[in-house]
């Protein structure tokens, strides 16, 4: 069964000459939650390299439209996702309102990454908050939630293990594209990674 339309239009347009963000967003927009995912978890490298860099300052984002006001406080909200990783490219990364914060203007998320490797690497537990520079969200895995909500894993730190390696003393930078897709980027120590995971947030 071949891809949808609207998503081979999609990619056409990301491997094209230039990437128009408000096109990108008005078709993500308009496709179902199952064409969304199908259509970023078809990103592979170059298209996920070329939409962040497209989207720059394009519109804000901010931990509201990861976890929205109408969501309970340590409820789960699901971000289907990709990576450029070589292998065990897809992932979610799950995120919930801590306790007593403002559901309209949360001050922190907490989350974690839920992948095949996670009995390996631990679960990549990390805090986000908003970028109080640029209009972008920050998921810093140098902190981890004190508390999780049912059905988490147990929280570990990320400056041990394996998780040292895949997680440890790293910082994303999370974009927005869509009203349900987000792009990021990670870094460690202030230095980019060259590495780039899209996210599309459940319906």
Known sequence: MGQPDAVRE???RLRGFAVDPADVAARLDGMSHA?????????????????YEAVDGFASLR?????????????????FGRNTLPLFTH???????????????PSA?????????SRLTGPGCFVARNDETRPEVL???????PERPGGWPEIRSNERGLARLVYGGMVDTLRRVSEHVSIGSAARGGRDLGSWFVLCREA
């Open 109 to 117: 998320l907490y989350g974690f990454n839920h992948q095949s490797l």
């Open 10 to 12: 999609l990619l056409a």
């Open 35 to 51: 064409e969304r995912v199908e259509a970023i978890r078809s990103l592979g490298r170059a298209e996920q390299r070329r939409l």
């Open 139 to 145: 998921i810093d895995y140098r902190e981890v939630p």
């Open 91 to 105: 992932f979610e990364k799950r995120f919930c309102r801590p306790r007593g914060e403002d559901p309209e203007k």
């Open 63 to 79: 931990l509201l439209d990861l976890v929205p006001a109408g969501v309970g406080e340590l409820v789960t909200v699901r971000h």
